[in-house]
């Protein structure tokens, strides 16, 4: 019907078909215990009667036993016994006279009496006979109880065969009651197979039918098609439904235009907001290269300034017209330049590790070598503004992170514990680890006043510093960096005052601690480790010869004159040939037409790069490439250079270098080729 709501519909049919099952199986159930009692009734009387007919067979044999010994000396024995079996007989015959029989079956009863009472008679004049010593007429009674005997024996059988007459009616009853059974099964389970029939039709024609209906407009509305409708459906759920459905449809496509509009606007402003954060995230970084520049450009002064001002000197030295000695120059003037371009060598290698930057890869790094670098930049700027910061030697332990990543999070720390104790013209920044479980710790503490919100200091842009001294995204992009390489960073309060700030790092395995490096990639040179060059190697005339007379080739790639012709004066000494190549393109002609035993190549030069030349010779020369290759560079840690360095350190030699660190490397190098000859 028309407006019937669905769940009366439902609830009708769901409870007329509860009935109808109920009925059904209420009835078979009443059968049920109904040919079960029967049946368990007849069976027990089948089995007493059994038990009867039995015991009264076998008390007859028991007479009939007795009665044998009438004439044997033993008669008032045997008839003792004889009366005894009789008495049980008729106490067996009164058993079945309590039963529920037939007319005919106690008529048959009466007749097993008779029968015994016949036989006990015979069995009487038998027993008298024998005591007086009539022996035949004995044994003639004896003949008639025996006869008598088996009358009552098939008065018995006969009798037994009526009650199975009866007891097979009853089975026949049985059998009819078991067939009821199992039509009233049968018309039970047609009757689930046509309320089954009935309910999926109506399901499949009031349920599923509007629902296929409703998911054909819903996929239409997803496909962007809104003016997808639903028409209504019989019942009046349905028809709630559709309306509710089409009103939705229509607001969506009314609400589409405006949220495009909508989105439009929002694209607009995060394009500026992303561009206005980028902005600030380049602001923190030049801040942070613009602080230790300002640093830098102090430190590097110094030397810079004892080297022009030794220069000078030797200058005017050399054309004094007094002759100075070769010691004296060496001792006065040379070995004091040498020792300050060594400073200014380690600052801007220092410089460099901090400022390149690297792939995101975690690795196994050493912590010794960052904090080594941040010192170097930094000290001179706590120094001036009368603080200290105190390095403490860190576990021996290898942590997983990003190599170059870690100078920004150090040096973002280390500065802001400096502006938050400059103020106070005094204080300590304290530097120090340990080994917590499979994690190293690493504590900033300060001696400042602290953190006022130390929950809020990791939120972007949160900055308690003055407008035009910080963006606060320092702090911010520190923590995602320690999340991304697995660990954390935690600020708080120190009892004592000032501020803690601990980054924790994953330590590395043993597998990968093996092979980790310090944070910075290829060792600075070793004659500017502290800052001081070592004794320089004697530059005198007398060349370094290698051990056979032949001379091998040596090639040169490097786009700086200058430099080119410092390593063919340096070269000069091994007594090799020499080849120059200002370019890549240059350096394969050379290749092509000439011998050459090593090159020595610039990475960054103008058209074709150092790598893509290395790339080529390991292709057309790899033993070459294996064994005669060395790259003179300034740039380790670039994108090109920096798998390359992982994979083969040994075949880089950084600048600035120093001319004993590069004589032993072309040296050992050449002598490699003359060996493989």
Not at 74 to 84: G, K, L, T, V
Not at 583 to 612: Q, T
């Amino acid at each position: 019907m028309q407006g019937v709501s669905l769940r009366t519909r439902v609830l009708a049919l769901g409870l007329g078909t509860s009935t109808a099952v109920f009925a059904c199986v209420s009835i078979l159930l009443l059968l049920s215990f109904e040919a079960r009692s029967e049946l368990r009734t007849l069976t027990e009387r089948l089995v007493q009667e059994q038990a009867i007919a039995d015991r009264i067979s076998r008390t007859v044999m028991g007479q009939l036993t007795a009665a044998a010994g009438f004439g044997a000396g033993a008669s008032e024995q045997a008839q003792a016994d004889f009366h005894s079996a009789g008495e049980d007989i008729h106490s067996e015959i009164r058993r079945y006279l309590q039963l529920p029989l037939l007319p005919v079956e106690r008529g048959q009863l009466e007749q097993i009496r008779e029968d015994h009472q016949r036989m006990e008679v015979a069995a009487a004049r038998a027993a008298e006979l024998f005591s007086r010593g009539m022996m035949d007429g004995g044994h003639t009674s004896m003949a008639e109880m025996v006869v008598h005997s088996d009358a009552l024996l098939l008065s018995l059988d006969g009798f037994l065969r009526l009650r199975m007459a009866g007891l097979d009616r009853l089975r026949m009853h049985q059998e009819a009651l078991f067939t009821s059974l199992l039509t009233g099964l049968g018309l039970l389970g047609l009757l689930l197979v046509v309320g089954s029939a009935l309910i999926a039709t109506a399901f499949d024609r009031r349920v599923a039918a509007p629902l296929g209906q409703l998911s054909l407009a819903t996929e239409r509305i997803a496909a962007g098609d809104l003016g997808a409708k639903v028409s209504p459906g019989p019942d009046t759920e349905f028809v709630r439904l559709a309306d509710h459905f089409n009103r939705m449809s229509e607001s969506i496509l009314r609400a589409r235009s405006e949220i495009e509009n909508r989105n439009l606007d929002l694209h607009n402003a995060l394009e500026g907001l992303q561009k206005a954060q980028s902005e600030l995230i380049q602001s923190e970084k030049l801040g942070a290269i613009g602080r230790m520049t300002a640093g830098l450009a102090h430190e590097l002064n110094n030397p810079l300034g004892s080297v022009l001002g030794y220069a000078q000197l030797l200058a005017q030295e050399l054309e004094s017209e007094g002759v100075p000695t070769e010691g004296a120059l060496r001792k006065d003037y040379l070995l004091p330049i040498l020792q300050e371009a060594g400073r200014a060598q380690h600052l801007v290698q220092n410089f460099l590790h901090f400022a390149r930057s690297s792939g995101p890869e975690v690795e196994a790094v050493r912590l010794d070598e960052a904090l080594s670098v941040i010192r170097a930049l930094r000290d001179f700027s706590f120094r001036q503004d009368g603080l200290r910061l105190e390095i403490e030697s860190l576990p021996e332990a290898a942590v997983l992170a990003e190599p170059q990543v870690i100078h920004g999070v150090i040096l973002n720390l280390v500065n802001n514990a400096h502006d938050a104790m400059r103020p106070h013209g005094r204080g300590t920044l304290r530097i120090w680890g340990e080994v917590d479980g499979e994690s190293l710790c690493v504590f900033f503490d300060d001696d400042g006043p602290g953190l006022a919100r130390p929950d809020r200091v990791f939120e972007a842009f949160y900055t308690t510093k003055p407008v035009g001294e910080g963006t606060g995204l320092g702090l911010s992009l520190a923590h995602q960096a320690m999340e991304r390489f697995g660990g954390s960073v935690r600020a708080e309060n120190r009892p004592e005052g000032g501020a803690r700030f601990t980054l924790r790092f994953r330590r590395a395995t043993e597998q990968e601690g093996a092979s980790a490096s310090p944070v910075g990639g290829v060792e600075p040179s070793s004659n500017a480790g502290d800052g001081v060059a070592s004794t320089p190697p004697e530059i005198g005339a007398t060349p370094i010869r290698l051990p056979d007379s032949r001379r091998l080739s040596v090639l040169i790639v490097e786009d700086e004159a200058p430099v080119r012709a410092l390593q063919a004066r340096i070269l000069a000494r091994l007594d090799v040939q020499v080849h120059l190549a200002e370019s890549a393109e240059r350096a394969r002609e050379i290749l092509s037409s000439e011998s050459v035993d090593a090159v020595l190549c610039d990475v960054r030069m103008p058209g074709e790069n150092g790598v893509s030349l290395y790339r080529w010779i390991q292709r057309v020369r790899p033993e070459l490439a294996e064994r005669g290759f060395l790259f003179v560079t300034g740039d380790t840690r670039g994108t090109e250079v920096l798998g390359l360095a992982k994979e083969r350190p040994e075949i880089f030699i950084q600048k600035p270098f120093g001319l004993e660190e590069y004589m032993t490397k072309v040296r050992a190098l050449l002598e490699m080729q003359d060996v493989s000859r």
